[in-house]
């Protein structure tokens, strides 16, 4: 077994999925400063932007999102019982996945200047035009996540988190690359840079890892018994459109109607904020999804709700106080980060009360992510499908008012007060019909990482803006100093008071940190 084959723990999937994350958001960060500093808050970053609106909507039309999520459980029923039949089943969802992504690929490129103007209304005909090209670009990209979801799930099935951790940083180093070396032709060489980093990282890399497996053997196959059962799971997730996978769509759609630069001060804020949410949120969700859905093949009910509230307890002590400093210092973050170039002060300022307002949804967006796989381990996706659904469509009123109302703010608030409306919504759900055990001590802790966070930053504020620089003469200087010394500050208290007043929310962090990796063999808790 070699590393790019070995499987790993719960806890340890996590750090490599968390670090995963980490790092893809931080080569998306650095991708947004190529981006803001050579072309700003402008047309033609709000063009390149709105390119994404199409592609993505046909991944999600196809449930691309989902894919490890319907398959993991099916998958690995068949792969037990017959290892020819499982290769058979598999096969026949990547031929019906590879075609049904070229032929909505083939038929969007075709009609992608009618497609522009729905994707950004606010843009006109010069933006439109322009907006057409970069479509035929991006669009073909899709074929490639589609087919590399199926290699991803086969490599989630068998704990193999190495692969998948890997496929973002390769598709954002692509997309960098791209932009550099096209510079000359805008916002067009970034176009290129997803495409080939979709090709190599999020196709080629899985196949290649996938190939490994003993037995491999994929051909096209047309009819499987098992297409029936995985397009009835498949089926509530591409008809049923949730708030979560549609919200950066329908920021860009509506942003467009915000005036000029609102689509990519909206993109830069939201960038930042998904960094928390990925690195914690989705990476505990989606290295506690397999451990899930195994307990529930294995019939342990209870092991499966004490799974669930770790994975939630321990998600919110960790980002609520994240998001909490990430608000106080949205400020200096968004300066240094972006604010260099083509991108202005007043650039700044726009974007980080951008930033407060979506990381007041962290939270919420921390909450559906666990509670959303709790659902697909159950091998219920009608329930999150229709929640979500529902949750839209009461959105869209909503956006379009407060972004004519407020501009990109408004557009912002609509998104947070969405997301946390859908995570609401998908807990009371989930306790009418599964109980209350998922949430035991939930509120309780809540109210403890709240006050601690309160706490904390109330003793580091005066350090944001009491240090004795020059926010003139040496803005980036002052920035950096902000966030070095107002972090050390805040997450010095929190540690400090939590160890002092509740140190039971910080124990399992300090046992992961002392715990030595186990055996493979051995079963997390």
Not at 332 to 348: E, K, Y
Not at 438 to 458: E, I, K, N, Q, Y
Request: charged fraction near 10%.
């Amino acid at each position: 077994m070699t590393i790019w084959t070995s499987r790993q723990q719960m806890g340890w999937a996590a750090v490599i999925m968390g670090g995963s994350v980490l790092l893809s958001r931080f080569a998306g960060l650095i991708r947004d400063k190529v981006i803001s500093y050579t072309f700003g808050a402008t047309l033609e970053s709000d063009i390149y932007f709105a390119a994404f609106v199409i592609p993505d909507f046909i991944n999600y039309l196809l449930a691309g999102a989902y894919f490890s999520i319907t398959l993991i459980p099916l998958l690995a029923e068949r792969f037990q019982a017959d290892q020819e039949d499982g290769w058979r089943f598999f096969s026949a969802i990547v031929t019906w996945v590879g075609l049904a992504a070229a032929v909505l690929t083939g038929a969007a490129m075709i009609a992608a200047p009618s497609l522009a103007q729905l994707a950004a209304p606010g843009l006109g005909p010069e933006g439109w035009l322009r907006l057409a090209a970069f479509l035929r670009i991006v669009l073909p990209a899709q074929v490639c996540f589609l087919l590399g979801s199926c290699f991803t799930a086969l490599l989630y099935m068998e704990k193999q988190f190495l692969v998948p951790a890997l496929s973002p940083l390769i598709y954002n180093g692509f997309i960098i690359a791209g932009g550099l070396l096209l510079k000359n032709r805008g916002m067009e060489g970034f176009c290129w840079g997803v495409l080939g980093g979709a090709l190599l990282g999020n196709l080629a890399l899985p196949w290649l890892a996938a190939r490994q497996a003993p037995g491999f053997r994929v051909r096209i196959v047309f009819r499987d018994p098992g297409l029936k059962r995985f397009f009835r799971l498949a089926l509530p997730l591409m008809i049923g459109q949730s708030i979560v996978v549609l919200d950066e769509q329908l920021i860009r759609v509506f942003g467009s109607l915000a005036g000029s630069g609102a689509i990519s001060r909206l993109n830069y804020a939201r960038r930042i904020m998904l960094v928390p949410v990925g690195v914690v949120a989705q990476a505990a969700g989606v290295a506690s999804y397999p451990f899930l859905a195994e307990r529930i093949a294995r019939g342990d009910r209870q092991g499966f709700d004490q799974t669930l509230n770790a994975a939630l307890r321990n998600t919110l002590a960790m980002i609520v106080p994240i998001s909490v400093w990430m608000a106080i210092a949205a400020k200096p973050t968004i300066l240094l980060i972006f604010q260099q170039g083509r991108f202005a002060a007043t650039d700044t300022a726009g974007s980080a009360w951008l930033l407060v307002i979506f990381l007041g949804a962290v939270g919420a967006w921390a909450v559906q992510q666990i509670i959303g796989r709790g659902f697909y381990a159950l091998q219920d996706t009608v329930t999150p499908a229709v929640i979500g659904t529902l949750t839209t469509l009461a959105a869209l009123p909503v956006y379009y008012l407060a972004s004519r109302a407020w501009q990109a703010a408004g557009v912002a608030l609509a998104s947070a007060l969405a997301v946390t409306l859908y995570a609401l919504a998908l807990g009371l759900r989930w306790k009418s019909r599964h109980g209350a055990a998922a949430f035991t001590g939930l509120g309780r802790d809540l109210a403890r990482v709240l006050a601690l966070s309160t706490a904390a930053a109330l003793g580091c504020v005066p350090v944001l803006y009491l240090l004795p620089i020059d926010p003139n003469g040496a803005p980036y200087l002052r920035a950096f100093a902000q966030m070095v010394a107002g972090a050390a500050v805040f997450g010095s208290i929190v540690v400090a008071a939590g160890l002092r007043f509740c140190p039971d929310l910080l124990q399992p962090f300090v046992d992961k940190v002392r715990r030595r990796p186990r055996p493979s063999g051995q079963t997390p808790t």
